[in-house]
């Protein structure tokens, strides 16, 4: 198999452990949030660098505003800032960047902030940067029902937040979780797992080009006999 082949054209990565990366340095729990945009943007400079077409990010799950409002508070801020601070970097590399979720949860002023990078970024096409915000996959698979009802469909697919983009290849889970957490449960189907005990603000190039090592030794076969 040649080697394009053994490239996954869409990674997604649920990040996760910048709680215990902080705790285990005697700091708050926001400490490894701030350092986690550091591994974000390592991994998109990886994913421009390798040639994978969509990177996604499981950056705040529906569950996760159960979370102590400060917490809640930070990361939202942070988002904010960050997706600001990185417009010049997206413009640079060619990268298109898109929210999913459950927009109507986020605020105003993160939404126009939203709205605003997804436009300046709309006709990038180098790597499309996909950032699951208020997701959940329970949560997808639902409002995407209630539409394909009203609309008389009998396909679910065009319904859900992630029409248009491929399914994950490759979901990559850091910290030492070994579930979803109501992740892409749709859209998984067939996605390649992998695990890694190493928590997210430690997950940078080198961590990411490793997956992709792994990722090309898997032989996909989709139920069918090869
Ligand atoms: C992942 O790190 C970031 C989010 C879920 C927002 P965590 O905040 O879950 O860190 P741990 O798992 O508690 O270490
Ligand atoms: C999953 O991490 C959600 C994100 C990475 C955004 P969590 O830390 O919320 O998941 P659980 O609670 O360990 O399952
Ligand atoms: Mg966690």
């Known amino acids: 198999m040649e080697e394009t082949r053994r490239l996954p054209v869409h990674v997604s990565i649920i990040m996760d452990g910048n709680g215990r990366w902080a705790k285990e340095r005697g700091k708050e729990r926001v400490y490894g949030h701030f350092e986690g945009v550091e591994s974000v943007r390592a991994c998109t400079e990886a994913a421009v660098e390798t040639g994978v077409k969509y990177l996604s990010l499981f950056a705040f799950s529906e569950e996760n505003w159960g979370r102590p409002d400060q917490e809640v508070n930070t990361l939202m801020e942070l988002m904010f800032k960050s997706m600001q601070n990185e417009l010049p970097t997206f413009l640079k590399n060619d990268i298109r960047f898109v929210v999913l979720g459950n927009r109507a949860r986020l605020s105003d002023k993160l939404n126009a902030g939203i709205d605003d990078l997804m436009a300046r970024t709309a006709s990038c096409s180098r790597l499309t940067l996909i950032v699951f915000l208020s997701y959940s996959g329970k949560w997808d698979i639902l409002q995407a029902a209630r539409k394909m009802a009203e609309a008389g469909a009998d396909d679910l697919e065009p319904f859900l937040v992630t029409a248009g983009f491929p399914d ?48 090309a030794r898997r032989d996909r076969r989709y139920g069918k006999v090869k």
Do not use: H, V
């Not at 290849?169 to 957490?181: K, N, V, Y």
């Not at 449960?185 to 695990?195: R, V």
């Not at 080009?209 to 792994?214: K, P, W, Y």
């Open 168 to 215: 994950p290849d490759f979901i990559i889970r850091t910290s030492g979780e070994q579930r979803l957490s109501n992740f892409l449960l749709w859209q998984g189907a067939y996605s390649e797992f992998y695990f890694t005990d190493i928590l997210w603000p430690d997950f940078r190039k080198d961590a990411f080009r490793e997956a992709l090592a792994e990722y």
